[in-house]
């Protein structure tokens, strides 16, 4: 999946929060964007996400503008998309099990591929004793490891780690 910015820039009021930032993303490519707290950075993953608009200029993915996708057609798009969020975004009522199988469940696989992928991607990332446990039961690296279990176990075609060292 490729994902490129064309000059795009982003406004919060009178706040500059992007201005003209242009990149390019080819798939198999493995990018860091760095920058100071305030910097952007979230602000970039919400773009591709496409929780915000930009004020002005282009993105694309797969050479699709993204602001020409219609909403119906948001979640084929973030299906491939993996997002490790700098707050986790875990549901606090399910457990790390269910958390992870969330993701297989809303792109329709059936239960039986849903327990298989969920164990195997809960071995590696080292939290098959912890399945049953409730995010507020976990520490912070286990939350980190339970954020990154369910950005992959869809297996997306590009994963963002936003905020990813802590």
């Known amino acids: 999946m490729t994902v490129e910015f064309d000059k795009v820039t982003i406004k919060f009021g009178d706040i500059v929060a992007l201005d003209e930032v242009s990149f390019e993303i080819k798939p198999g490519e493995f990018v860091f964007?760095?920058?100071?707290?305030?910097a952007g950075k979230t602000t970039i993953v919400r773009l591709i996400l496409r929780e915000y608009s930009p004020t002005s200029g282009k993105i694309e993915i797969d050479g699709e503008d993204l602001s020409e996708i219609k909403t119906k057609n948001?979640?084929?798009?973030?299906?491939?998309?993996?997002?490790?969020f700098q707050d986790f975004k875990l549901l606090m009522d399910r457990t790390v099990r269910?958390?992870?199988a969330l993701t297989l469940r809303v792109i329709g696989k059936e239960e039986k591929e849903i327990e298989k992928e969920v164990t195997k991607i809960l071995k590696l990332v080292g939290l098959e004793e912890?399945?049953?446990?409730?995010?507020?039961?976990?520490?912070?690296?286990?939350?980190?490891?339970?954020?990154?279990?369910?950005?992959?176990?869809?297996?997306?075609?590009?994963?963002?780690?936003?905020?990813?060292?802590?």
Do not use: C, Y
């Not at 964007?33 to 305030?38: D, L």
């Not at 948001?74 to 490790?84: A, D, E, N, S, Y």
């Not at 990154?148 to 963002?160: S, T």
């Open 33 to 38: 964007i760095t920058g100071p707290s305030g």
């Open 74 to 84: 948001l979640p084929k798009l973030r299906q491939k998309i993996g997002v490790v």
């Open 98 to 100: 269910g958390n992870v």
């Open 130 to 166: 912890r399945t049953h446990l409730f995010p507020a039961q976990l520490a912070g690296g286990e939350l980190q490891r339970a954020g990154l279990a369910r950005a992959v176990v869809g297996q997306p075609e590009i994963i963002i780690a936003d905020e990813p060292t802590g």
